[in-house]
């Protein structure tokens, strides 16, 4: 991984320097949770280690973190979703769609981004990564025209719970799932979205715990039903 530093023709030593910021290095626990799509891994964490500050895609405070938490923090979770086709609405860097494409060939992901920046690099790594099982439309989720079909939704980092339900649940199947990444709020997320989760047949919400002694983040997934 490289060092990402200022550049410049011309060094005025009048001025501080700003400190180096360095890409974390890959933790063991990347080989463990990605096993023979480790190459596939690195190359997407790379890209975006090099390009993402100024494509804006994250920010560069995330480069130190890169791994921990924002990449892992989204493997981790793969194997909670069902084979079949699952969207990721507000996809942004491709975390976690990119991710979990490269962890579960076996699902048809569906990566709806609105913004144009962010759908040409979902694109470019889509082709860049040899990935065959990724769809990425550019549409904001409420502008979804297929109905009611896919079999689960995720999303992370894109609002909270009862602002996220009207975009996420009217695109999901009867039975089908909603699994949201989620910080150290989401019981208090599912609490204060009573009224939604009733108005959009959303059943069972609860968190779960993931990566307890495999990652120094473990990550919160906040999951539940539809249930029409």
């Known amino acids: 991984m490289p060092i990402v530093t200022p550049s410049s023709d011309v060094v005025d030593e009048s001025v501080p320097r ?65 084979a079949g086709r699952v969207g990721d609405v507000g996809s942004g860097a491709g975390l976690p769609g990119l991710v979990l494409a490269i962890m579960r060939p076996d699902i048809q992901w569906v990566l709806i981004e609105p913004m144009e920046r962010r759908v040409a690099w979902l694109s470019e790594q889509v082709e860049e990564l040899g990935l065959t099982n990724v769809d990425v439309v550019r549409a904001r989720a409420e502008e979804w025209s297929e109905g009611a079909t ?17 975009l996420t649940a009217p695109l999901v199947r009867d039975g089908g799932e909603l ?5 150290r709020n989401a019981q208090a997320e599912i609490e204060a979205a009573t009224k939604q989760l009733r108005k959009f047949h959303v059943v069972d919400a609860h968190v779960e715990l993931l990566g307890e002694g495999v990652l120094s983040e473990p990550t919160r997934a906040l999951r539940a039903r539809i249930s029409r």
Do not use: M, Y
């Not at 896919?150 to 009207?166: E, G, H, M, Q, Y």
């Open 18 to 82: 700003e400190t180096p910021v360095t890409v974390e290095a890959e933790p063991a626990a990347a080989v463990l949770l990605f096993g023979g799509e480790i190459d596939r891994a690195r190359r997407f964490t790379e890209a975006l280690a090099q390009h993402g500050e100024e494509r804006g895609l994250i920010g560069p405070l995330e480069l130190p973190r890169l791994w921990t938490r924002h990449v892992l923090n989204s493997a981790i979770a793969a194997p909670l979703f069902p």
């Open 150 to 166: 896919l079999d689960a939704v995720t999303a992370r980092a894109v609002s909270a719970l009862r602002t996220l339900l009207p």
């Open 179 to 183: 699994i949201f990444l989620k910080g």
